[in-house]
């Protein structure tokens, strides 16, 4: 189980990103290195028991939109939570993109997250250069820039 308020993520900068394959809520598949060479990533990784994390799910439904047209994937991956209760959270918000599962915790696992919310930002060629408690919209700007 992972907490909120906590150090997000140990240091992984700078190390190629664990490579994971999950499911949104209609069962489409994805795998993350079907980004690498294309696009930058943003994970991030919430519950639905966390306020910061309700907090930045509404602000991403208002944001998505930029974040698509600028080239960035971001991934809202729901940590640890029943696929019914994801769902139904992603109802009452009206999110407009799609909301990955990790039931298990395995992903969160993978990438040593501690808190939520906690966001992980890997470049086009699939290198983590950042992790924060906060969605690193310059940075991601930033990499979206880089060819």
């Given at each position: 189980?992972?907490?909120?308020?906590?150090?997000?993520?140990?240091?992984?900068?700078?190390?190629?990103?664990?490579?994971?394959?999950?499911?949104?809520?209609?069962q489409?598949?994805?795998?993350?290195?079907?980004?690498?060479?294309?696009?930058?990533?943003?994970?991030?990784?919430w519950?639905?028991?966390?306020?910061?994390?309700?907090?930045?799910?509404?602000?991403?439904?208002?944001?998505?939109?930029?974040?698509?047209?600028?080239?960035?994937e971001?991934?809202?991956?729901?940590?640890?939570?029943?696929?019914?209760?994801?769902?139904?959270?992603?109802?009452?918000?009206?999110l407009?993109?799609?909301?990955?599962?990790?039931?298990?915790?395995?992903?969160?696992?993978?990438?040593?997250?501690?808190?939520?919310?906690?966001?992980?930002?890997?470049?086009?060629?699939?290198?983590?250069?950042?992790?924060?408690?906060?969605?690193?919209?310059?940075?991601?700007?930033?990499?979206?820039?880089?060819?």
């Open positions: 189980m992972v907490a909120t308020g906590a150090s997000p993520v140990p240091a992984l900068k700078q190390q190629v990103a664990p490579d994971f394959k999950t499911a949104d809520l209609e489409n598949t994805i795998r993350l290195s079907g980004f690498r060479d294309k696009k930058p990533v943003v994970l991030f990784f519950t639905t028991w966390c306020p910061y994390c309700l907090r930045d799910l509404k602000k991403m439904n208002t944001d998505i939109t930029t974040y698509r047209q600028e080239g960035i971001v991934m809202a991956i729901n940590v640890g939570e029943a696929a019914s209760k994801a769902a139904r959270l992603v109802k009452n918000y009206s407009t993109y799609p909301v990955f599962l990790d039931e298990d915790s395995a992903i969160a696992d993978l990438y040593d997250v501690m808190g939520v919310p906690a966001y992980v930002l890997i470049d086009k060629k699939g290198v983590i250069r950042s992790t924060a408690n906060r969605f690193p919209h310059d940075e991601a700007l930033e990499l979206a820039k880089e060819r």
